[in-house]
């Protein structure tokens, strides 16, 4: 289908870049759920923009759950910083079994957790050529596209549950 989520509102995320990302890629079809994008700074009829932030409840949890479910790829990318971003997306993404691509910045959360072309995708800089390449490949590659989502499920269930959550929190008190 050829259905890319970006989603967010943080501003750590490159939102021009995602812009011109999707301009760039006619034959794939954008949703884009932020407020700090607006309507006439798209110009591009493959790009389907979503007026939402989270504390508002533009939409709903389930309505975010099926966008993720539906698309085939979750972007988020991301200008440099040693502060974390794209964290909530990132896992949300995964545990629905849709795929990330994410700019790897010093600040990335988790390292340790998330492998390349394991369990998500990293791409280094926010230049067209790079991401239009990684997109291309996981939405070509059924099979990589399949293992890096099974990866990803399999690491948020070992690695972030409510439970696992909850004795860290456990441990630190």
Request: proline share 3%; glycine share 2%.
């Amino acid at each position: 289908n050829n259905n890319i989520l970006f989603i967010g509102n943080d501003l750590m995320r490159d939102y021009s870049f995602a812009i011109n990302l999707a301009r760039n890629m006619p034959d794939y079809e954008f949703t884009f759920v932020t407020k700090n994008i607006n309507e006439n700074e798209l110009l591009s009829k493959n790009i389907k923009l979503i007026n939402g932030i989270w504390s508002e409840e533009t939409l709903t949890d389930n309505e975010i759950k099926k966008l993720y479910e539906k698309s085939d790829l979750t972007i988020i990318p991301l200008n440099e910083s040693l502060q974390p971003s794209g964290q909530s997306v990132a896992l949300q993404s995964m545990s629905s079994g849709t795929p990330v691509i994410i700019t790897k910045t010093n600040g990335f959360w988790a390292p340790n957790d998330f492998k390349d072309d394991e369990n998500i995708l990293f791409v280094s800089t926010n230049e067209i050529t790079e991401w239009k390449n990684r997109i291309n490949s996981i939405i070509n590659d059924k099979d990589l596209s399949k293992t890096i989502s099974i990866n990803a499920k399999n690491t948020i269930s070992s690695k972030y549950t409510l439970k696992i959550f909850d004795k860290k929190i456990s441990d630190l008190i």
